[in-house]
Structures are given as C-alpha cells and as structure tokens.
C-alpha cells in the first residue's frame, strides 16, 4: 500500500513539474525564418505556449541597424499565443527581428531571426 502511495506521489509530482518548466519558443512566423518575402503587410509569431503581452516585446531592424517602427503587438487567437503587428511599406533589404516573451508560467525567452524583402 505504501509502495503504491509512493508511486502514486511521484508520478503527480512528475506531471506538476514537466508542465512547470514550460517555455515559450517560437514555433513559426510570417513572414518565415530566413524567408524572401514580397510586401508583407503584417508580422506574426506563433510561440509553443501562451506568453504575457505586458512582459514581452519585439525589436524590428533593417539590416543596416535602423529600427522600424512597428504598431503595437496584440493577440491573434484567444490562447495568447499568436502575436501580430502590422508591418509599414518596407522597402527592399534585409529586416531583423529580435523577440523576447515571458510564458505565462513567468519563464523568459528569447531569439532573432531574419527575412527579406524584395520588389
């Protein structure tokens, strides 16, 4: 009986933990990593669990270090883990965007990537 008990505790206390360390990793974008792209109106990222809007934020540069201005990101889907801005007319060249987001769960990430954008 005990041995069951025992059993029993540590298979919940396995589940409770492995749903504990969750981290929010981005899954895709648009336009996609390291794509060529032509005019993208909008820039959306889809990240592996649901992130706090308040805590995360993107960096959007051109290649040469100029920042973009970007409208405010807000969720795209009720499980908070979509997230879109619309993008202004970019001209052609290489853009850079720079995510860091804070799970729900509190856990903080982050990550870079790159695309294109031709005439």
């Not at 008990?5 to 899954?27: E, I, K, T």
């Not at 960096?59 to 969720?75: M, Q």
């Not at 801005?85 to 990550?111: I, N």
Request: aromatic share 10%.
């Amino acid at each position: 009986m005990r041995l069951a008990l025992f059993v029993s505790g540590v298979l919940c206390f396995g589940v409770m933990a492995s749903g504990a360390d969750a981290h929010a990793f981005l899954v895709r974008s648009d336009p996609a990593v390291g794509s060529v792209a032509t005019k993208p109106a909008m820039l959306r990222l889809e990240f592996s669990e649901a992130i706090e809007l308040g805590f995360s934020g993107v960096d959007f540069t051109r290649s040469s270090g100029g920042a973009v201005a970007l409208n405010e990101f807000r969720f795209a889907d009720n499980g908070h883990k979509v997230l879109v801005a619309d993008l202004p007319m970019l001209a052609p060249g290489t853009y850079r965007v720079k995510w860091r987001v804070v799970s729900v769960d509190t856990h903080r990430t982050e990550g870079e990537f790159s695309f294109t954008v031709r005439q």
